[in-house]
C-alpha cells in the first residue's frame, strides 16, 4: 500500500486549499480512506473519512461544513477541499486507508495502518 499526499502549503485565513491522495498497490475502490491531521504538540486527529462506495462520510465537528471530502476511484485519488481556513487547521495532513468489514465508517487513526507521508498546511493570519 502507498499513499502519496499533496497540496498543502501557505494560506491566508480564511483561504482554500486542495489536497490530493493518490494510491497505489492495493484495490483503491474497496478500501475507506481518510484524512487526519496532526498539529506540534498535539495528538493526531481525525479530519474526515470516506467510506469506499463513497456513500458514506464523517467530518470532524470542527471542519464539518467547511472542508468537503471526495474520492475519484478511477483515478485512485483522495480530495480534501478546504474552505474559509483558520490558524487552527495549520497542521500536517495525512491520509491514510484500511479495509474493514461491515457498514460503519471507521475515523479513528488508531483504526488506520496504512499512512501516506504528510503534506504540511500552514494558515497566516
Known amino acids: 500500500v502507498q499513499l502519496q499526499a499533496s497540496g498543502g502549503g501557505l494560506v491566508r485565513v480564511g483561504g482554500s486549499l486542495r489536497l490530493s491522495c493518490v494510491g497505489s498497490?492495493?484495490?483503491?475502490?474497496?478500501?475507506?480512506i481518510g484524512w487526519f491531521r496532526q498539529a506540534p504538540g498535539k495528538e493526531r486527529e481525525a479530519v474526515s473519512c470516506i467510506s469506499a462506495s463513497r456513500d458514506v462520510t464523517y467530518y470532524s465537528p470542527s471542519v464539518k461544513g467547511r472542508f468537503t471530502i471526495s474520492r475519484d476511484n478511477a483515478k485512485k485519488t483522495l480530495y480534501l477541499e478546504m474552505n474559509s481556513l483558520k490558524p487552527e487547521d495549520a497542521a500536517v495532513y495525512y491520509c491514510?486507508?484500511?479495509?474493514?468489514?461491515?457498514?460503519?465508517?471507521?475515523?479513528?487513526?488508531?483504526?488506520?495502518?496504512?499512512w501516506g507521508q504528510g503534506t504540511l498546511v500552514t494558515v497566516s493570519s
Open positions: 498497490g492495493f484495490p483503491f475502490k474497496d478500501y475507506a
Open positions: 491514510a486507508t484500511e479495509q474493514f468489514h461491515g457498514i460503519i465508517l471507521q475515523c479513528d487513526p488508531l483504526q488506520y495502518h496504512s
